[in-house]
């Protein structure tokens, strides 16, 4: 059974910075695609970050890209998201996820959903 357990969220003042992880357990976990999406209320879910199984390879959404950084660690079966020069708009849940393809902006490449974690920036 797999598992992906956010942790990190919180309410931040706009201009902050924020690190979500994502801890995985189940499986051999570490050749897996991971992303980051994320769903405003009254929005679609939506992608935020990706990351290839060696961490060699990421891809952002434009609306992040320079201002948050995804990453690995392997070894321990997490994934983090580090998000500065936080903005409002940029308040949403946020899901990790875990696929067997490559990187991609699509849910459906994704099996594998956390539950969320709530990040809230205040204006």
């Known amino acids: 059974q797999v598992q992906l357990v956010e942790s990190g969220g919180g309410l931040i003042q706009a201009g902050g910075s924020l690190r979500l992880s994502c801890a995985a357990s189940?499986?051999?976990?570490?050749?897996?695609?991971r992303g980051w999406f994320r769903q405003a209320p009254g929005k679609e879910r939506e992608f935020v970050a990706g990351?290839?199984?060696?961490?060699?390879?990421?891809v952002y959404a434009d609306s992040v890209k320079g201002r948050f950084t995804i990453s690995r660690d392997n070894a321990k079966y997490t994934v983090y998201l580090q998000m500065n020069s936080l903005k409002p708009e940029d308040t949403a849940v946020y899901y990790c996820?875990?696929?067997?393809?490559?990187?991609?902006?699509?849910?459906?490449?994704?099996?594998?959903w956390g539950q969320g974690t709530q990040v809230t920036v205040s204006s």
């Open positions: 996820a875990a696929g067997y393809a490559g990187i991609t902006t699509s849910r459906t490449g994704y099996a594998y």
């Open positions: 990351i290839s199984w060696s961490g060699g390879s990421t």
């Open positions: 189940g499986l051999t976990f570490s050749r897996y695609t």
